[in-house]
């Protein structure tokens, strides 16, 4: 059976009170078309409201062996194995699980028993997190972190609760933790359906189609400020600040919404990643460039903003405002213009939580062999602690990219398009607990050619 | 759909007939001495025929809301019992369907439904408790709650039963309200069969092997290297054959000698996807296996648990179940799509017999 023919499964996890039965009933109310089952772990007090819900006590079977990635759950195996033969009464199956639930054993039904995945493909796993909340419980049970490091989507709910300020530090841990994840904010669970459902997250070939790179990206500025200009001449002011330079992008026509600043915050990924134009104090900031401000002058600096018409201009700059004192001032005037929005991006690593996400990017090709015996050991010692992985490797004399994804020590690699014209490279990215960083990656430089 | 042609029966199947249900078909099982066959679908429709023609006899749709998850028929083929998602188990008469007793056993799924050999207990399991009746629907007997839920129940002797759950296989004395034995094993038994002495205990495991115990001597053992979970088990007549699938392939224990410890089983390779059903006949060494590709087998065996085709026919689609007349002249296959074939199968002579030796 090809995988176009097997019911896609979504995991909904998250802590008792992050939202999980709300987002299952907007789900279920708003896709009026598909037929769903439901396999509901929790008796939560809000209840289900739609016909083929299933209750089921969670039942986690650890094999004789005591190998970590045999471990099941034996109720979703007898629950799936009954609904495959009711397969033209639904065509999609959310799960969702108690608040404690370890998410490993659920995603590992999904390759371990041939039966199941014989008729049902794991789509994605999606933890909802309570954003009041979490910073606590992260700190406090393996589980919350657990849940948060084998998303494929984390929703961050219930944001009206938070300030920006605190869900933007909260988003970064999060991130840290797991790099492979898209985060989505949301109030109430009111996240677009889209978002949740049909990820096809554990088919590599179509997540890379859609998405070039399993990272989501490390922002290499930290602020961003949008601000509402008329037409006229302004000065970009800076003092003194932790360091004699610093880079910025300015785009116009930048809108506010969070979706609008992730776009914007894309494109400036992009130009960043080109050389910096140096800009010396008294000289105009272009749009859509990278530039490096020159800072090292006492006292106040400014360069110089023109605009020709009413325009939002984002600023994306590599250090917060606050560090040099900003500063937006309309030139005849003499007028500060505050900003509209702001928002705070990928701070550096100042998490320590145990769990968080490694990644290795490096141009080449690797030896096959050198790259089995260490992913070998690698998997065999840390694969208790290493989550998920994911990635792309280049193997010498090989024209196809291959492409791999783990759960636990639970692994498979595939060869996928050609490289072609491509620069070849690896991209690997292992989310865990306790990793070492320099020694996975002197691991792994170890396979280079 | 399954990938293989269609073909006739071939060997010792020939036409009988065919007829259909409404679903997906997950039990079925001769009554009134073969006279009868009965059809329960996943839906929860249940079809009697006549076993010799196919006429319908009765039909009722919907019995269990939520669907059907198991049926038994009594030894002595009066009467049946169904389960299903509703928590409810039904006690039945044979010759119209009508409904002798409802027993109400709570919310759980009720999955497995065994009658005893003689026919006055019928052992029900609904999550982690199993309970026992007697054929007028009065209970007499209900477990502790198991440590999960109970993945197989089946019948040592008269007064015994026999449960498997996670991690264990438990042997109760039901009259006297007594734990006789527990047999434990770190893992998950998604099946379980007894030898018809009670003696041998085999159990197919999720991490793709077949345990199994002499409870005479206390030894067990453990057979690995099964490439998918052995859910199917049969026990010949004698006991001295255990066939166990998890895959396309059969693998044949014979507990002839010291065996089968040490010895190197018979294989059975005659289907192209996964055995989805695996019955010995009522009395010899006859195996027959459905699998997921429609195709239906029989294999005549030798002491040694290797054996040769015999018979071969085709279901039309997955083979949700499969059943031996009574007088193992006649085999029923039920599929995916709610088709039933049945086919007669010629009577083996002692004479006849001696061929394959």
Not at chain 1, 344 to 356: I, K, L, P, R, S
Not at chain 2, 136 to 144: A, D, L, V
Not at chain 2, 246 to 258: C, D, K, L, P, Q
Request: charged fraction near 25%; include cysteine; aromatic fraction near 8%.
């Amino acid at each position: 059976m090809s995988i176009k023919d097997k019911v896609p499964v979504t995991i909904l996890t998250g802590f008792l009170g992050s939202g999980k039965t709300t987002l299952l009933n907007r789900i279920l109310s708003e896709e009026h078309g598909k037929r769903i089952a439901v396999i509901e772990n929790e008796y939560g007090e809000v209840g289900i409201d739609q016909g083929l819900v299933i209750n089921a006590d969670e039942e986690v079977f650890e094999m004789s062996n005591g190998c970590i990635c045999c471990t099941v759950r034996g109720d979703l195996i007898r629950v799936l194995g009954n609904l495959m033969k009711r397969r033209d009464k639904f065509d999609y199956v959310l799960v969702e699980t108690t608040g404690l639930a370890d998410p490993g054993p659920v995603a590992q039904t999904f390759f371990m028993d041939e039966e199941i995945s014989s008729e049902f493909t794991l789509d994605g796993i999606v933890t909802l997190v309570d954003a009041a909340h979490i910073d606590q419980q992260l700190g406090r049970s393996d589980e919350s972190s657990e849940q948060v490091a084998f998303a494929d989507v984390l929703v961050l709910n219930k944001t009206d609760l938070v300030s920006d300020d605190a869900l933007d530090t909260l988003e970064s841990r999060l991130r840290d933790m797991n790099r492979m994840t898209r985060i989505i904010r949301a109030e109430n669970a009111k996240v677009p359906i889209e978002t949740v459902l049909n990820l096809s997250a554990f088919d590599l070939d179509q997540i890379l189609k859609r998405r070039p790179t399993f990272l989501e990206p490390e922002y290499p500025f930290e602020w961003t400020g949008v601000y509402d200009l008329d037409p006229g001449k302004y000065e970009l002011m800076l003092e003194e600040g932790p360091d004699p330079e610093m880079s910025l992008v300015a785009l116009v026509n930048q809108g506010e919404s969070e979706e609008e600043l992730k776009d914007g915050a894309e494109s400036s990924v992009r130009l960043y990643a080109e050389n910096a134009n140096t800009l010396e104090p008294g000289n105009t900031v272009p749009y859509g460039e990278h530039v490096n401000l020159k800072l090292e002058n006492k006292g106040n600096k400014s360069f110089i903003l023109n605009i020709e018409k009413p325009s939002k201009i984002g600023l994306f700059t590599q250090h917060t405002a606050e560090e040099f004192n900003m500063k937006v001032i309309k030139s005849d005037e003499n007028k500060e213009i505050p900003f509209n929005t702001e928002r705070f991006w990928q701070a550096e690593h100042e998490h320590d939580d145990e769990v968080g996400s490694i990644a290795i990017e490096r141009f080449g090709d690797v030896d096959p062999e050198k790259l089995n015996t260490w992913m070998g050991r690698l998997l065999s010692e840390k694969g208790v602690d290493i989550f998920r992985t994911k990635g792309f490797i280049s193997y010498s004399g090989n024209p196809r990219r291959i492409v791999f994804q783990g759960v636990h020590m639970l692994f498979t690699a595939q060869p996928d398009k050609e490289w072609g014209n491509e620069p070849r490279r690896n991209q690997l990215v292992f989310i865990g607990r306790n990793l070492n960083e320099k020694e996975m990656q002197e691991g792994f430089d170890k396979c280079l050619i | 759909m399954p990938d293989i042609e269609p073909f006739s029966p071939r060997g010792m199947f020939h036409e009988g007939w065919t007829a259909e249900v409404s679903d997906y078909a997950i039990a079925c099982g001769w009554a009134l001495k073969g006279k009868q066959f009965i059809v329960g679908d996943v839906a929860g429709g249940i079809f009697a025929f006549e076993g010799d023609t196919g006429k319908i006899i009765w039909k009722k749709e919907n019995t269990h809301s939520g669907g059907l998850l198991a049926m038994a028929i009594h030894p002595e083929g009066e009467i049946f019992a169904t389960s299903g998602q509703d928590g409810n188990v039904q006690i039945c008469n044979c010759h119209e369907g009508k409904v002798i007793k409802t027993l109400d056993l709570g919310k759980g799924w009720v999955e497995h439904l065994k009658w005893s050999n003689d026919g006055l207990f019928l052992a029900i399991a609904t999550s982690k408790k199993v309970y026992v009746f007697n054929e007028i629907g009065e209970e007499k007997w209900i477990s502790e709650d198991h440590p999960s839920t109970v993945s197989a129940i089946t019948w040592a002797n008269k007064n015994e039963l026999a449960t498997a759950c996670y991690g264990r296989v438990t042997f109760f004395d039901i009259v006297n309200n007594k734990t006789n034995q527990k047999l434990e094993w770190q893992g998950s038994l998604v099946s379980m069969e007894l030898s018809p002495d009670g003696d041998i205990v085999a159990c197919g495991s999720q991490d793709n092997s077949v345990h199994f115990w002499r409870r005479s001597t206390g030894m067990d053992a453990e057979m690995t290297g099964y490439p998918g979970k052995p859910s199917h088990l049969s026990f010949d007549d004698s006991g001295k054959l255990l066939a166990t699938s998890g895959s396309e392939r059969i693998t044949v224990w014979s507990f002839v000698g010291n065996g089968p410890e040490g010895t190197m089983p018979g294989e059975l390779c005659h289907h192209t996807e996964p055995i989805s059903s695996l019955a010995f006949s009522n009395k010899g060494m006859l195996v027959a296996s459905g699998s997921r590709d429609g195709s239906v087998v029989a294999s005549f065996l030798k002491k040694d648990g290797n054996g040769d085709p015999v018979g071969a026919a085709f279901a039309g689609d997955l083979v949700g179940a499969i059943s031996w007349r009574p007088d193992d002249c006649a085999l029923a296959a039920v599929n995916a799509k709610g088709v039933v074939n049945v086919w007669k199968f010629k009577v083996r002579t002692n004479l006849f017999s001696k061929g394959f030796k």
